[in-house]
């Protein structure tokens, strides 16, 4: 093994790397890529869809090892957990599954692009070389279609925008908008239909799509006003949309 793929990493990044190139999620023509090593032959058609063979057997194995090994920063339960729901087709485990693929499509398209880099300083010469760099840009697309092609699972109530910009200050400008009075819009999210709404939104087992205003509206106290809970499910986008802050990461 190189080096980039050497390491035992996160638990749910390595069954990834293993599944990547056999998983339905990831675009045919990256799956033939990925496996260009093995099967050089481009006349072949795509790897078969493994994923949940691979899966079912994978977590077989663990069984046997009675839950021994890991990653040194790895849950290797919560993993576990995880990808029996993908098998069960939770959605929230998918879209988990998914963003693990996507993780794993960029992370070798960044390995491409350094045997790029190594080609163009003249420390590479082989004809795999050329082809790993001129494959980058591809397979960095193709993490990214994985991302585009995944239905939003949750929105992210990151308190104090650790990672986004915090949800609380965007109802707070929402709450002034209206002319509520400090602390009204709280009391009005806080109402039980509401809150229930919130929190199914929030785990991801309700999609913030275009009819979860309307929704939001049915739930809100007859005293909220028109078009604040189209306001709060905006408010609430934004702040999930928001780029992560680098520095942080």
Known sequence: LDWELAAVGNPLADVANLCVAYSPAV?????????DAIRPDPSLPP?????????????????????RGGGEDGDWAAVEALLRGVLARDRVASVAWRGALAFVLLKNAVIMQGIGARLARGLAKSPNARK????????????????RSTPPA????????VLC??????????????????????????APAARALLESAERGHLPMDAAFPARLSGALPPSAPPGLAAAVAAALLDAAAQPPRPHLL
């Open 27 to 35: 675009p045919a023509e990256a799956r033939r890529l990925l496996c």
């Open 47 to 67: 790897p078969p869809v493994l994923e949940g063979a691979m899966l079912r057997a994978y977590l077989e194995e663990r069984a046997a090892l009675g839950g």
């Open 132 to 147: 790993a760099a001129d494959n980058a840009p591809f397979m960095w697309n193709a993490g990214l279609d994985v991302l």
């Open 154 to 161: 949750a929105v992210v109530l990151d308190v104090g925008g």
């Open 165 to 190: 910009d915090s949800p609380f200050r965007l109802l707070a400008e929402v709450e002034r908008r209206f002319g509520l009075a400090g602390g009204d819009l709280k009391r009005m999210l806080s």
